[in-house]
């Protein structure tokens, strides 16, 4: 059974810089696409940043490009997502997402198959 537990979310000020873990389990992931989404109270789940477990290949919303890295360690079968020059409308639930198949489209959240539980990230102005 796929477990993902993410961490490292916190109450920062706007310009600082945060670092998310998601650490899964449950299976060999050498294949397959992680993803972080995040959802704001009152907004709907949205696609930030993804990459393959195979190639490192890395994909970001635009919102986030140059702000937000995303890496992954194989052999800890841990991903991250390095934020950097928060900013207060980045404030949301940080959830990270394991999508089996490398075909479809990246951003589309329905086609993950297993999820973390989120944390929550909050910049304050």
């Known amino acids: 059974q796929v477990q993902l537990v993410e961490s490292g979310g916190g109450l920062v000020q706007a310009g600082d810089s945060l670092r998310l873990s998601c650490a899964a389990s449950g299976r060999a992931f050498s294949n397959g696409i992680m993803g972080w989404f995040r959802q704001a109270p009152g907004k709907e789940r949205e696609f930030v940043a993804g990459i393959t477990w195979s190639t490192g290949r890395e994909y970001y919303t635009n919102s986030v490009k140059g702000r937000f890295t995303i890496s992954r360690d194989n052999a800890k079968s841990t991903v991250y997502l390095q934020m950097n020059s928060l900013k207060p409308e980045d404030t949301a639930a940080y959830y990270c997402?394991?999508?089996?198949?490398?075909?479809?489209?990246?951003?589309?959240?329905?086609?993950?198959?297993?999820w973390g539980q989120g944390t929550q990230v909050t910049v304050s102005s």
């Open positions: 997402a394991y999508k089996v198949s490398l075909s479809g489209v990246i951003e589309a959240r329905e086609k993950y198959d297993h």
